[in-house]
């Protein structure tokens, strides 16, 4: 079966770094786009970040360019997201994504918290 699992949430400082990563399992990895989106509460999840399958195309939301790094490895059918200079705004629930035929697969999430 399709398996998102994500990794690497905490709490961290403002200024500081963070590397989330998704493993992925249960589908061709090499063949889909991969997504991250986050969720705060009381907000919509918004979309952070996604990357080609081949890796070739990146988009970012606004906010996060020049700040945040999508990057994937398809031998280890995992995709990051490395966040610095993180600020109270990133705190967020991150979500992996993917679509596969028409449809949707999350991962579980994992916490971001941004706090002195």
């Known amino acids: 079966q399709v398996q998102l699992v994500e990794f690497g949430g905490g709490l961290v400082q403002p200024g500081g770094s963070l590397r989330l990563a998704c493993a992925a399992s249960g589908f061709t990895f090499n063949n889909k786009a991969m997504s991250w989106y986050r969720q705060a509460p009381g907000k919509e999840r918004e979309l952070v970040a996604v990357?080609?399958?081949?890796?070739?195309?990146?988009n970012y939301k606004d906010s996060v360019k020049g700040r945040f790094t999508i990057s994937r490895d398809n031998v280890k059918n995992t995709v990051y997201l490395q966040m610095n200079s993180l600020k109270p705004e990133d705190t967020a629930v991150y979500f992996c994504k993917t679509q596969i035929l028409g449809r949707n697969y999350w991962g579980q999430g994992t916490q971001v918290t941004v706090s002195s």
């Open positions: 990357i080609s399958s081949g890796g070739e195309i990146i």
